[in-house]
């Protein structure tokens, strides 16, 4: 699922984490990539945070096709519990 790490990231963006708020829509978009407002987040945020290396953007892996975005969750990974 996409929306914990929009609302997330949505939150973040309020709250003026605008680091937090990027790295939380890109993970939204990893699993969900046709997610309008993520996409929008994103392009607002491109302005404010630092970009990374083209390099590592092709590191970052999107873990279902959009035509999975409402379909049942990946399997949760330690990783995904890294932002705790």
Do not use: W
């Amino acid at each position: 699922m996409f929306e914990p790490f929009f609302n997330g990231a949505l939150l973040a963006y309020k709250l003026g984490d605008f680091q937090e708020s990027f790295d939380l829509a890109t993970k939204a978009l990893a699993i969900c990539p046709d997610h309008h407002d993520s996409l929008e987040l994103v392009k607002q945020l491109k302005n404010r945070v630092p970009q990374p290396e083209p390099a590592s953007l092709l590191a970052l892996p999107c873990e279902r096709p959009a035509r999975h975005c409402s379909s049942e969750p990946p399997t949760p990974t330690l990783a995904d519990f890294s932002m705790l």
